[in-house]
């Protein structure tokens, strides 16, 4: 049962990760020419500020089931480790782990990747100061669209690892 409830939680944690990607890349990006570059920045800001703050709470249990549950399948000893990846099973998952742990490299650098220099930067990681005008969106589509593309490669590996 306990470990239902984390596959659960872990679901629900994956569900809001790429479907606010998704928010930004299918719907966000297409507004730009309708809004125009200035309020187009300032939506995005905003969106960008709201994510930051509520990502964690969604965000943090993902990666910290999702890891417990590798270790949790993952052999102790480097010979059998060794062998385990060359099954279906211990290759997806550890792809998928791989590119988990890509998309959380640019979820901890998204406040300095997509705004201006920031005097305090701790301080800018955690609550996103600043405002529209620091955000540099021309890095919007070339991220967006990559951390999309990852986040669904790895949404078909979870679902590819039990198959086979």
């Given amino acids: 049962m306990t470990h239902q409830i ?3 939680l872990h679901l629900i944690g994956a569900i809001f990760f790429v479907g606010a990607i998704a ?3 299918l719907c966000l990006d297409s507004m730009r020419k309708h809004l125009g570059e200035e309020m187009f920045q300032k ?14 709470l969604f965000v943090l249990p993902m990666y910290a089931i999702g890891f417990h549950f590798y270790f949790q399948y993952a052999p102790d000893s480097w010979e ?6 060359g099954t279906h099973f211990g290759s997806m998952l550890t792809l998928k782990a791989i590119l ?17 220099p ?13 405002d529209a005008k620091d955000m540099k969106t021309e890095h919007f589509r070339f991220i967006h669209y990559g951390v ?11 679902k590819m690892m039990f198959v086979g």
């Fill in 148 to 158: 999309f593309t990852l986040g669904l490669i790895i949404v078909i590996l979870a």
């Fill in 43 to 56: 939506v995005e800001f905003l969106l960008f500020r709201r994510i930051k703050r509520v990502y964690p």
């Fill in 23 to 25: 928010l930004e890349v």
């Fill in 100 to 116: 988990a742990i890509v998309l959380l490299g640019v979820f901890l650098t998204s406040p300095f990747t997509f705004m201006r």
């Fill in 6 to 8: 984390l596959v659960l």
């Fill in 80 to 85: 059998l480790y060794t062998q385990w990846l």
């Fill in 118 to 130: 920031q005097p305090n930067k701790l301080k800018h990681f955690f609550v996103i100061t600043g």
